[in-house]
């Protein structure tokens, strides 16, 4: 008896703790007529640079609360300022990166966790340049699991 007890106990814990779980995506959106250059730099950290997140790409119209089937995409690493460059085309969305239960903007852990210092986004229709805080608070709550920035 005392371990069907312990089953149950176990089991619902799992399921209380599944359910709680999600993970935010931070995605930059061109819904410009032309390519654009995505340069983002992240916050310092041990040894070599290698992005948290492997950047990949959806069509803007398929994005989703309940998630994304992710492509990845080409991209450069520039190692001295810990950046990754890579280009997004018109209509497609690029997932930056990704946080375990995001609250939003105003949580100063959230804040201290995100881990990107530097986003440019260069078009045809000039350069978005984000450092700071802009760079995690000029995305859009889209649901708790998608934020996206949007190049017009």
């Not at 730099?41 to 992005?51: I, K, L, S, W």
Request: proline share 5%; hydrophobic share 40%.
């Amino acid at each position: 008896m005392r371990r069907f007890v312990l089953l149950i106990v176990l089991g619902a814990s799992v399921i209380s703790t599944a359910a709680c779980s999600y993970v935010t995506d931070f995605v930059i959106v061109n819904e410009s007529d032309a390519p654009v250059i995505v340069r983002y730099e992240a916050t310092d950290g041990p040894g070599t640079f290698v992005p948290s997140v492997t950047p990949a790409v959806v069509p803007a119209a398929d994005l989703s609360e309940d998630g994304q089937q992710w492509t990845p995409i080409e991209f450069q690493v520039d190692e001295a300022s810990r950046a990754v460059i890579t280009r997004l085309n018109p209509g497609q969305a690029l997932r930056i990166a990704t946080m375990n239960h995001y609250s939003g903007h105003d949580n100063p852990n959230d804040a201290y966790k995100y881990q990107i210092r530097r986003i440019t986004v260069s078009g045809n229709r000039g350069e978005l340049d984000l450092a700071g805080d802009q760079a995690r608070t000029s995305f859009t709550e889209v649901a708790r699991t998608l934020y996206t920035l949007t190049y017009k």
